[in-house]
């Protein structure tokens, strides 16, 4: 929020889905997908950069990288306003659909993708030990002082 983008014209990307729902208790980084007001507030807190999604997606890369604002997400995603139509609001926060997760995990395929798979399947079906705990993910986290891991 300290970033002061706009809610409007961004989304939480990446695993930030799977902690705002308690799916992961943590992450790495947290990837957000910008357009218009928000991508131009990226552009002011730092330099773009090339991106792994193509040519015309650009990143600002924030806190050594632990934030990446991006311009553009997976190509099979569609546009950043189609992603942003299809999220969801946690907490008065626009993130990606599990379900737009789901289809580029299983895409890219690699080992902590398909690990994140069966938790999203567990959490789906309603298996997941820690669902419906109250708080949200997000809130025990930063209560508890935890920081996202590397």
Known sequence: MSLGLPPE??????SGPLLAHGIKPSIGDLDVVARGKAWAQALSLGTPASSPFGEQVEKVQLLDGRIEIFNGWFPEAGTVDDLIARSEVIDGLRYESLADVCRWKRNLDRPKDRA?????ERYTSGTAADQGSGASAPQQAWSAGRRPAK
């Open 116 to 120: 994140d798979l069966e938790l999203i």
């Open 9 to 14: 014209d961004f989304v939480i990307a990446g």
